[in-house]
């Protein structure tokens, strides 16, 4: 099984950055063999316009839309910013196409550091996913005092310890829906559906 990780912070060396390298770290004791990390602030990823041939251009592109299309799973982590989620992560899943990233399980994740952090994960769920279908797990991740966790080797307090109990089980249910979903797209590619939409409806 492998992952592929999203951050969408637009500021460098982000709290939102921390938290996907501590989630690249814990994958492998959740049973995914390989995962990819990205910072979508570091790639040249051209705004999303409906032009499928022009972003095929995009050498930063193709090298993160191969890796969607290998994966068996997602994570993306957004920060809240003004109560939205991340531009740049909401351009990445308009660009994704079925063809990359249908059937998958994708877990959001919103990252602030305060005690906000829902906005973001209700608006994911409502307008990111219709059409490059890809399945929101129902557990969601809100890593809240982003600054005062994740931070050591080790849990420094209680508060520590329970932000990674939480990752640790999302990421079991993530690995759990990967190989169940994992049928699902070889049935569909060894009997498409008839009439199936191209994308969502």
């Not at 508060?159 to 759990?176: A, G, T, W």
């Given at each position: 099984m492998k992952i592929t990780i999203i951050c969408s912070s637009q500021r460098r060396k982000s709290q939102t950055?921390?938290?996907g390298q501590y989630f690249a770290e814990q994958v492998p004791l959740a049973g995914f063999q390989e995962a990819d990390i990205y910072d979508l602030v570091d790639l040249n990823i051209p705004m999303w316009d409906g032009n499928d041939k022009e972003?095929?251009?995009c050498n930063?592109?193709?090298t993160i839309r191969q890796s969607v299309y290998n994966s068996d799973a997602l994570i993306t982590l957004t920060p809240e910013w003004s109560g939205t989620a991340s531009p740049l992560l909401k351009n990445f899943l308009m660009m994704l196409e079925p063809a990359e990233a249908s059937d998958k399980p994708?877990?959001?994740v919103s990252v602030v550091r305060g005690i906000s952090g829902a906005y973001p994960i209700a608006e994911l769920r409502m307008n990111s996913l219709k059409n490059n279908r890809m399945i929101a797990i129902p557990d969601h991740l809100i890593i809240r005092n982003v600054e005062d966790v994740l931070n050591e080797?080790?849990?420094i307090n209680n508060n520590d310890q329970n932000v990674r109990e939480k990752i640790y089980s999302s990421l079991l249910?993530?690995?759990l829906y990967s190989h169940a979903l994992h049928s699902v797209r070889r049935k569909i590619l060894k009997k498409p559906l008839e009439n199936r939409p191209k994308y969502g409806m």
């Amino acid at each position: 099984m492998k992952i592929t990780i999203i951050c969408s912070s637009q500021r460098r060396k982000s709290q939102t950055l921390k938290v996907g390298q501590y989630f690249a770290e814990q994958v492998p004791l959740a049973g995914f063999q390989e995962a990819d990390i990205y910072d979508l602030v570091d790639l040249n990823i051209p705004m999303w316009d409906g032009n499928d041939k022009e972003k095929k251009k995009c050498n930063d592109w193709n090298t993160i839309r191969q890796s969607v299309y290998n994966s068996d799973a997602l994570i993306t982590l957004t920060p809240e910013w003004s109560g939205t989620a991340s531009p740049l992560l909401k351009n990445f899943l308009m660009m994704l196409e079925p063809a990359e990233a249908s059937d998958k399980p994708i877990l959001f994740v919103s990252v602030v550091r305060g005690i906000s952090g829902a906005y973001p994960i209700a608006e994911l769920r409502m307008n990111s996913l219709k059409n490059n279908r890809m399945i929101a797990i129902p557990d969601h991740l809100i890593i809240r005092n982003v600054e005062d966790v994740l931070n050591e080797a080790v849990s420094i307090n209680n508060n520590d310890q329970n932000v990674r109990e939480k990752i640790y089980s999302s990421l079991l249910v993530l690995n759990l829906y990967s190989h169940a979903l994992h049928s699902v797209r070889r049935k569909i590619l060894k009997k498409p559906l008839e009439n199936r939409p191209k994308y969502g409806m």
